[in-house]
Every structure is written in structure tokens, then in C-alpha cells.
């Protein structure tokens, strides 16, 4: 088999966070998860290496909850348990999730110790009154400074961020990309908000507190902010929820979920390029353009929504979209013939 990465997952479900954030249910279901152990670590990464991918690479990854918040001791029962196998070279690197606020020094120094390569802080926002209105316990300059830490020793930083939260808007969730750039994370992942059943948020919106964050409103602000960490040359590891069976079988109660959010985005932005391009198209106007193969779903857009939206913009006669050996962002007229005149 080709060479691969193989993430080995183990849930740190809710452990060692103060908070309850308003779009977060683990604090409610946590009573149902077992926290994870040192025996877990061991079973997990002994399942990966019954694995036989050839020159494959085996991630640890802690995720959920507030790592570095954990107590002490279960902490370093964790991280002893990972770099027993890292020292055994069953595993390659380990990475964990955690909060801004439960980083220091210290704790780097210990994390440094254990072999973590990898840091993901859930920053959410940098501004002060979403990260309040959201129940989040920390500030940007948190964030910031935890930031500027990890990277400071040496570790690779990826920072969440969400959009739509309560208090939030297009101008803020901007802002909050453009510190975020200014911190030159490894990687981002960004979530728009999705109201989650048995939270918060869900009872905010049940009371008319809260107007969800919808599809479409993610779709246009994220087609704002790709473009903005493409261009700073910072990898956006995923855009939106990942989907799982318990979100869309009616955990997400509203808000912007969807199975296929990144591929939306990818699309509005593909479209706002075309359209750019057909500037100064006459009316009536047949037109093919030409992107690449792998781009073609892209440009014509979901149920051909890209296609309708440009014809009705510029009136045009026809509009055909072509594969061609191009650039993958390049979007070319391959030919605009004007309307015969009569």
C-alpha cells in the first residue's frame, strides 16, 4: 500500500473545561462517556499498528475536551502512555486540542517532553464580545498569547475559529481572520455555527434569542474568508461540521450544517471568479468558459445554481461550462459571441 497518514483518535470527552459554551452539549452527555486512560491510549495505537500500510505515518490525536486542563496527573498518565510508543516507534507524532487560556510555559515544557508536535487551540472568535456572549471564559488576547507560546517553542499551532455565533457578524468574523493571519497558524479550521440540540444555544433559539447562522449565511461570509488564509498561504484543514450520522439524522436542529459546506464555499467563490470575468458581457450573449476537470461540479454549481445565477446576471443566451487543461483556480472564456443583431 502507498504511503499514509493514520490518525488514531482518543476522546478526552469535555475533561478540564471551566466552561460551558453556548454551542457545546458534551458538558450535558458527558455523564454517558468514560474518560479516556493510559489503557486506552495503548489499545488505540495497538489496533493502528495492525495496520499494514507500508511507510504509512501514525498520528495520536486527543481530541475533544480541554487537554491541558485535565488534572495533573491524568494528564501525564496520558502523555506517558503516548510516548512509551512513540519511544517504540508505533506511533510517529501525537498531537491534542485544548483551550487558550489552559497554556503557559509550563505546560508547553511538559508537552514538549512528551513528544506533541501539534497544538490546536479553539480560538472561536478574537472578538471579546462574541468569545462573552458565547460562554467561552477566555479573551482574544488569550488566544493571542497562547499563540504566540506554542509557536515560540516550537510547536505547530492549528486555531479553530467559528462564524455566527451569538453577537457575531460578516465584519467580525473578518476581523477575527485577519488576527488570526497576523499569528501565522500551520493550519485553520473553521465552523460555522450549528445549533446543536441539548445546549445552550438550542434554548436561545427555542426562546428567540438567537437567529441561527444559516447555510446560506455561512456560504457568504466563508467565501469572504478562504480567499483571505489562501492568500496568506495557511492551509484550511476542514470548513464546516464534519457530518456523522447523529447530526443529520436531527442533532443539528438548525443553523449551518451541511453535509458538502466546504464544497458550497468552494463553489460561491468560483462563481463571484466568473462573474468577475463576465464583467461587460453583452446581453443575449452565448458563452463557454473552460476550468479544470476536477473543477467542472465547482463552476456549474449545486442543481446548476452557478449557471442560472450568471445567465440571469448577464442575461445571457447560453452558458457552457468545459474541462480543459488549465490552471486548477483558472477559470478561461474559452468563446463569447455576441447576439446577432436584427
Not at 85 to 104: E, N
Request: hydrophobic residues 45%.
Amino acid at each position: 500500500m502507498s504511503a499514509r497518514e493514520i490518525i488514531i483518535p482518543v476522546f478526552v470527552p469535555h475533561l478540564g473545561c471551566p466552561n460551558d459554551c453556548v454551542f457545546c452539549n458534551q458538558r450535558r452527555i458527558s455523564g454517558a462517556l468514560e474518560p479516556a486512560t493510559a489503557e486506552d491510549v495503548k489499545k488505540a495505537i495497538a489496533e493502528a499498528a495492525a495496520l499494514s500500510y507500508i511507510g504509512a505515518k501514525r498520528q495520536l490525536a486527543f481530541y475533544g475536551g480541554s487537554f491541558t486542563a485535565i488534572p495533573q496527573r491524568q494528564m501525564l498518565s496520558l502523555l506517558n502512555a503516548a510516548k512509551e510508543a512513540l519511544d517504540a516507534g508505533l506511533i510517529h507524532s501525537v498531537r491534542l486540542s485544548t483551550r487558550p487560556d489552559a497554556i503557559d510555559r509550563e505546560i508547553l515544557n511538559t508537552l514538549a517532553a512528551h513528544g506533541v508536535e501539534t497544538i490546536e487551540l479553539g480560538a472561536q472568535s478574537l472578538d471579546d464580545e462574541v468569545l462573552l456572549l458565547s460562554g467561552r471564559g477566555h479573551t482574544a488576547k488569550d488566544v493571542e498569547d497562547a499563540s504566540r507560546l506554542i509557536k515560540e517553542r516550537g510547536f505547530k499551532l492549528i486555531l479553530q475559529m467559528m462564524t455566527g455565533l451569538p453577537g457575531d457578524s460578516d465584519e467580525k468574523s473578518i476581523e477575527t481572520v485577519r488576527r488570526i493571519i497576523a499569528l501565522r497558524p500551520d493550519g485553520v479550521r473553521i465552523y460555522p455555527t450549528v445549533i446543536v440540540r441539548d445546549t445552550a444555544l438550542f434554548d436561545l433559539w427555542q426562546a428567540g434569542e438567537y437567529s441561527p447562522h444559516t447555510v446560506e449565511d455561512a456560504v457568504n461570509v466563508c467565501a469572504r474568508l478562504v480567499p483571505m488564509f489562501e492568500k496568506a498561504g495557511i492551509p484550511i484543514i476542514r470548513l464546516g461540521l464534519n457530518p456523522t450520522e447523529e447530526l443529520s439524522s436531527g442533532m443539528a436542529a438548525a443553523g449551518a450544517y451541511h453535509p458538502a459546506l466546504g464544497e458550497l464555499v468552494k463553489s460561491r467563490i468560483t462563481l463571484e471568479k466568473a462573474a468577475e470575468l463576465l464583467k461587460g458581457a453583452e446581453a443575449q450573449s452565448h458563452v463557454v468558459l473552460g476550468v479544470h476537470p476536477s473543477k467542472v461540479s465547482q463552476m456549474t454549481g449545486q442543481k446548476r445554481c452557478n449557471i442560472e445565477a450568471l445567465m440571469s446576471m448577464y442575461a445571457l443566451a447560453s452558458l457552457k461550462v468545459k474541462p480543459i487543461d488549465c490552471e486548477k483556480d483558472e477559470i478561461l472564456i474559452i468563446s463569447l459571441e455576441k447576439a446577432e443583431k436584427t
